[in-house]
């Protein structure tokens, strides 16, 4: 069964950095994409970024761009997915998840729909 599971979040000043950590295992196939959303309160789920599994390619949304990198470290069936985020802003502050795409249709896609395995989440909260 595919689990993935999120760590690294925190309290952190404006203008600082976090990175987050998504350990992601159980996988039966090679070809699967890993994406990182965020939940503010009040607010939809907004997709940030996600990664192929195989080839690395990496697909961000307008909003992050240049602020947010996606990064991977593979294993035999399983993946560490990572998420720097520099230059942190209030409006940033929001649960984290990394969740998986293992149909990959519709790679690139920020749509959590597409996403079949979530993990719990990881508060980030970003001071002024």
């Known amino acids: 069964e595919v689990q993935l599971v999120e760590s690294g979040g925190g309290l952190v000043q404006a203008g600082g950095s976090l990175r987050l950590s998504c350990a992601a295992s159980g996988f039966t196939f090679d070809n699967y994409a890993i994406g990182w959303f965020r939940q503010a309160p009040g607010k939809e789920r907004e997709g940030v970024s996600c990664?192929?599994?195989?080839?690395?390619?990496?697909?961000?949304a307008d909003s992050v761009k240049g602020r947010f990198t996606i990064s991977r470290d593979n294993a035999k069936n399983a993946v560490t997915v990572y998420l720097q985020i520099n230059s942190l802003k209030p409006e940033d502050t929001a649960v984290y998840y990394c969740?998986?795409?293992?149909?990959?249709?519709?790679?690139?896609?920020?749509?959590?729909?597409?996403?079949?395995?979530w993990g719990q989440g990881t508060q980030v909260t970003v001071s002024s």
């Open positions: 990664i192929s599994s195989e080839d690395g390619t990496t697909y961000y």
């Open positions: 969740a998986a795409d293992t149909g990959m249709w519709d790679f690139p896609t920020l749509n959590p729909l597409k996403y079949d395995y």
